[in-house]
């Protein structure tokens, strides 16, 4: 079945067009939302998880779980979603949600990011990671986070670095 993304303006206002999930066919000043679930234990460490090597961009390198929100669903629905598809938890209900939005202009790509913060504790055997998505998942701690946005292997470490750091 098909996905389609709502195109937004850059005020987050929908423009009434949708597209094909990666059909990249934007009009200048359209942008879809994406979503970032951070998973933050009591202990102070954060879910990551890593890129299969199929990925067209970036494969190998570590990141937070989420993607893009679907047509007609919210930004909140969409990270639930995506957390739950990617690494099997359940933060729905969860103490956090939102903590601030990011934006890029990238060729008619341009993209909004929402980012999310849940507390949960939870362990690695509790990870149903999807295969399709996910080669990798760990709980990491702040330190080894930056040691790995470092060496380069941090998927839009710069853009999300202080949600790990609140």
């Known amino acids: 079945m098909q996905e389609y993304w709502d195109i937004y ?6 423009t009434g067009r949708t597209m094909k999930r990666n059909d990249w066919h934007m009009k200048e000043g359209d942008y879809y939302i994406s979503v970032l679930g951070v998973v933050r234990r009591s ?8 890129r299969v090597m199929t990925k067209e961009w970036a ?7 989420g993607g ?5 669903e919210s930004s909140l629905e ?3 979603r995506e957390v739950r598809e990617e690494t099997g938890l359940d933060v729905s209900g969860k103490k956090g949600g939102y903590q601030f939005s990011y934006h890029r202009e990238n060729k008619g790509q341009n993209y909004i990011v929402d ?15 999807q295969k399709e998505e996910t080669m990798g998942g760990k709980f990491a701690s702040l ?7 470092a060496k380069g292997e941090f998927l839009h470490y710069d853009s999300i670095r202080k949600v790990f750091e609140d």
């Open 9 to 14: 303006d850059i005020n987050r206002n929908k």
């Open 43 to 50: 202990d102070g460490k954060f879910l990551i998880t890593q």
């Open 59 to 65: 494969p190998g390198w570590w990141e937070i779980p």
């Open 68 to 72: 893009a929100v679907k047509a007609g």
């Open 78 to 80: 969409a990270v639930i």
């Open 115 to 129: 980012i999310y913060r849940f507390d949960m504790d939870a362990g690695e055997e509790d990870l149903r990671l």
């Open 143 to 149: 330190e080894e986070i930056k040691e790995i946005a």
